[in-house]
């Protein structure tokens, strides 16, 4: 079964500063990975998705992604952040059979200063 | 648009309670799934539904039941509330691509408290 695991809980970051955010997967092919925002009382929102070619994928809001299957992961970046860029933001995976069950990570909450 | 529909947003029950969790979508999507988000432990798949007729179970599916009459529609049912059940509740609803699902849309969610 496949797995996700985000390290960091809690990220600070100053506004204007770089930003990444770490997600690493246990998964026995080629994963199907996803990185999901979510603001406060809110549902989740797509930013970005990967399923194959190229491992830099572009996403909304200034995100992007880039996935390494030498260190099974796929860190989310962002060269400068934004004050609204605060939230949850979840990394997941897809299963074996076509992508219908994901598999989330616990998320990492970032907080921004000004 | 109005996407995907979860209603009500907050819900209080008795241990022993039933009701239904109601979602809708109006994107003419087959796949559809519910969740559950606790703290610390991000979200789980309690069950889903890749078409109309057909549903299967996810994660953590003991004490809920669903059925998917039409394609828009996939209620989640609680049969007899109990406290661990206190949650946060989301639908999901996405598309088969030829690479896979295209990304799911969640609703806004329902917040569940067993008292």
């Known amino acids: 079964a496949q797995s996700v695991t985000q390290p960091d809980i809690h990220i600070t970051v100053s506004e204007g500063a770089s930003l990444e955010l770490r997600c690493n997967y246990s998964y026995g092919a080629t994963p199907y990975l996803f990185w999901y925002v979510q603001s406060p009382g809110q549902g989740l929102q797509l930013l970005l998705k990967y399923f194959s070619g190229d491992t830099l994928v572009q996403g909304i809001k200034g995100f992007e992604a880039e996935f390494k299957r030498s260190q099974s992961s796929f860190n989310l970046r962002k060269p400068s952040v934004h004050w609204s860029d605060a939230a949850e933001y979840f990394c997941a995976v897809g299963d074996d059979f076509g992508n219908e069950k994901l598999t989330f990570g616990t998320g990492t909450r970032l907080t921004i200063i000004p | ?115």
């Open chain 2, 1 to 115: 648009n109005a996407g995907v529909t979860q209603t009500p947003k907050f819900q209080v029950l008795k241990t022993g309670q039933s009701m239904t969790l109601q979602c809708a979508q109006d994107m003419n999507h087959e796949y559809m799934s519910w969740y559950r988000q606790d703290p610390g432990m991000g979200l789980r798949l309690i069950h889903y539904s890749v078409g109309a007729g057909i549903t299967d179970q996810g994660e953590v599916p003991n004490g809920y039941n669903v059925s998917r009459s039409t394609t828009e529609d996939f209620p989640l049912r609680l049969l007899s509330a109990a406290p661990s059940q206190t949650s946060v509740y989301f639908c999901a609803s996405s598309y088969p691509t030829t690479t896979g699902v295209g990304g799911y849309t969640f609703g806004s969610g329902t917040r569940l408290t067993v008292v």
